[in-house]
């Protein structure tokens, strides 16, 4: 055990491993608690859950949760979902890039067990606390702009929070060093930059959206320059395709691990060398399930939070879920993301198409680094860069297009030109459709 170790590990509770998995009745008796908390204790769930016929003892098992009605994401930001008097130690905002801004409000007991948490996920991809760490954000997560914002909304706790966390916990004793971005690194830039950052710091460990780092691989690529190798590379935030893993692990030789996450649920997944891009559910934390089944919008519920719970919230995120025995040895439920609910096209014949699949067929187009889909369903705009490919092979990547995702030519457009769209949060847009009012 290191130094930093033997100072965090006693202030967090981390033990330095996830520990074994905990029995099904542990699980559901969580579960029966947090529900009975919540009906007890929140009046938005009280009168959600009356309203339904149900009582403050109607869940008792897992499969329970069928009883439930939905938690929209409208409802998560109402000021009588908390469910005690206890003090909120830091509120986390959302990206709201699915709807209206949440504000996610942690107490002490949670904020400490959502860093053992993250502690466990770093822990699981090699790297170890004082191990060099380099992450790629976008400039509004940079120190500086988080101050300015906390400053103008006059939250000091969130000031002392946000350079606690930034300042002293992750590049003290993380020893990691962060590399912010700007919008533009999606339209036209140079790779050149990025990589020098990563030669100079030497990571053990790169954490970074997949649609940055994917693109920063394609650019490279295409300007033939060398990469850094790594050990590990952590993706978080949106989208990895099988495609775009199998190709940072070609290029900075090293394993790929996909992390399901968001600010109002936690660490719910991470995948492992052997599983792909599908995520472990963790389960000892979260009950995961998909509306419908089959591939639909993904539902969970945070055991932990009964500060402010959040029981089977709709995530607004498409996936899938498969059980049974993982190449690593594990059995449990997987969890394959395909895009947000909102985002997708259509083939003639009507099968929905996400994000997924839109980067599954950009890792296949080697002269590409950015693909975004616009316009609208019978009229499809495909936006491309690099921008100044000759009109003969935009043609040969639309015909591969409209041949991949059963679309009729003269229904889809491409150019090399006009902008690119990102999200309030940083995040590429694979697409900038227009819906019916």
């Known amino acids: 055990m290191n130094l930093r170790e033997r100072i965090i590990f006693p202030l967090s509770g981390f033990s330095g491993s996830p520990g074994p998995s905990r029995p099904p009745a542990e699980r559901a008796a969580s579960f029966a608690g947090l529900y009975r908390h919540a009906f007890e204790h929140s009046p938005v769930y009280r009168e959600k859950y009356s309203a339904a016929g149900l009582t403050a003892d109607s869940v008792r098992e897992l499969p329970d949760s069928a009883k439930l009605p939905f938690l929209e994401k409208e409802e998560l930001a109402l000021p009588g979902i908390k469910a ?5 130690l830091v509120s986390l905002a ?17 904020l400490l067990k959502r860093y053992r948490m993250l502690l466990a996920i770093l822990y699981s991809t090699g790297w170890r606390l004082g191990d060099p760490a380099f992450a790629f954000h976008p400039e509004e997560y ?30 003290l004793f993380h020893n990691r060093r962060n590399f912010h971005y700007s919008p533009e690194a999606f339209d036209a830039f140079s790779a050149g930059p990025y990589l020098e950052k990563l030669r100079a710091f030497a990571p053990r460990l790169i954490i970074s959206r997949p649609d940055i780092l994917c693109a920063l691989m394609r650019q490279a690529a ?36 996909n992390l399901y996450a968001s600010t109002e649920l936690g660490y719910v997944g991470l995948s492992c060398p052997h599983s792909g891009v599908w995520a472990h559910v963790d389960e000892d934390n979260y009950l995961v399930e998909i509306e419908g089944g089959g591939r639909g919008e993904v539902v ?23 059980s049974g025995r993982c190449g690593c040895g594990r059995e449990s439920l997987r969890l394959k993301l395909h ?48 921008g100044e490919l000759p009109a003969g092979r935009l043609e040969d990547i639309k015909a591969r297009f409209c041949g991949r995702f059963g679309l009729s030519p003269e229904k889809v457009a491409i150019s090399g ?12 847009a694979y697409f900038n459709l227009e819906r019916p009012a």
């Open 417 to 428: 030109g006009g902008p690119l769209s990102g999200t309030a949060s940083g995040k590429f």
């Open 84 to 88: 005690d008097d206890k003090a909120t």
């Open 222 to 257: 295409i300007q033939g320059l060398e990469f850094p190798a790594a050990e590990s590379i952590l993706c978080v935030g949106n989208i990895l395709s099988a495609s775009g893993k199998a190709a940072l692990e070609s290029s900075f030789k090293a394993k790929v691990y």
């Open 142 to 171: 940079g120190a500086a702009a988080l101050f300015r914002k906390a400053l103008k909304e006059g939250d000091l706790k969130k000031l002392a929070f946000n350079f606690f966390q930034e300042s002293v916990l992750y590049r």
């Open 339 to 386: 895009g947000r609910k909102k985002d997708f096209f259509e083939s003639d014949a009507g099968e929905r198409y996400y994000a997924y699949d839109a980067d599954e067929f950009l890792g296949l187009e080697k002269e590409l680094y950015s693909l975004q889909i616009g316009g609208r369903r019978g009229s499809l705009r495909l936006t491309v860069r690099p």
């Open 300 to 322: 969970v519920t945070d055991f932990s939070n009964f500060h402010m719970p959040v029981i089977r919230y709709r995530t607004g995120d498409i996936g899938e879920l498969d």
């Open 94 to 110: 959302s990206g709201a890039t699915s709807g209206p801004g949440v504000n996610t409000q942690l107490d002490r007991e949670y």
